[in-house]
């Protein structure tokens, strides 16, 4: 039990005497601003030439795409600290990067597909980028399904990791696929050869903005997700007592 009562709350649960600081609250309060003024830039933000305004859809796009890769490898950095402490706490980052991992590529999925109606005349087409995210999306998947089909918590945490771990292989993948297969459809945003992809001033300054507000958003959900894991783990502490209280009894 001694696992289960290190808990990572930033801030949160029960206190006694001095109130602490609570960050989840903070980023509530801040994005209660910066959503609103993200969605004021990208409607002001000036439109591409042969897009029009589907271009908006980028600012929604490429920062779920930026967070959903983080969130994989957080996951995978959750496995490596799994397998060498075999601590709850890192099977707790496990869990919180996979499904926010699924989360944000889904968000990136469905706005790019959207986008790709307009820029390319289909919803779909088995580009380099997409089919690496597909597999990405079908290994997570797997891992997330086989999770829930296990009940030892000792092997569902093992068989995360193994998923965290093997399947962070393809994130990179998914990253380089546009210079690795330089003939797909999807251009590069960042780099050297960057310029495929013209972005004015204002363009620029949105993004930011729009990647600054996603990312408030991103620690909001894994600050709630891990406090949902200690909550579902203080539980089980306080059932665990009760059971050993009556069988003394």
């Not at 799994?82 to 980052?93: A, G, H, P, V």
């Not at 993948?173 to 459809?185: E, H, I, M, N, Q």
Request: proline share 3%; hydrophobic share 50%; with cysteine.
């Amino acid at each position: 039990m001694a696992s289960l009562t290190k808990k990572m709350d930033f801030g949160g649960g029960v206190t006694t005497g001095k109130r602490k600081f609570d960050l989840s609250k903070v980023l509530l309060w801040t994005m209660l601003v910066s959503f609103p003024l993200t969605l004021i830039f990208i409607l002001l933000a000036p439109s591409d030439f042969e897009l029009k305004y589907s271009q908006r859809i980028f600012y929604f796009h490429m920062p779920s795409n930026i967070l959903c890769l983080l969130s994989f490898t957080i996951y995978f950095i959750g496995g490596l600290g799994y397998w060498r402490t075999r601590k709850r706490s890192w099977d707790i980052l496990m869990i919180t990067g996979l499904e926010l991992g699924v989360f944000f590529a889904l968000i990136g999925i469905v706005t790019g597909s959207i986008w790709a109606r307009y820029a390319w005349g289909t919803f779909w087409t088995w580009d380099p980028r997409l089919t690496t995210v597909t597999i990405m999306m079908v290994v997570y998947l797997a891992g997330w399904m086989l999770r829930s089909s296990v009940e030892d918590p000792g092997r569902k945490a093992a068989l995360t990791a193994v998923f965290g771990i093997i399947g962070f292989i393809n994130v990179p993948l998914v990253y380089f696929s546009t210079r690795f297969f330089p003939a797909g459809l999807h251009p590069i945003v960042f780099g050297t050869n960057g310029a495929a992809v013209a972005l004015e001033g204002f363009m620029i300054v949105t993004l930011v903005i729009s990647i600054i507000t996603f990312s408030q958003f991103f620690v909001y959900l894994m600050i709630q997700r891990i406090r949902l894991e200690n909550l579902r783990d203080q539980v089980a502490g306080v059932r665990m007592a009760l059971n050993e209280d009556e069988d003394y009894a």
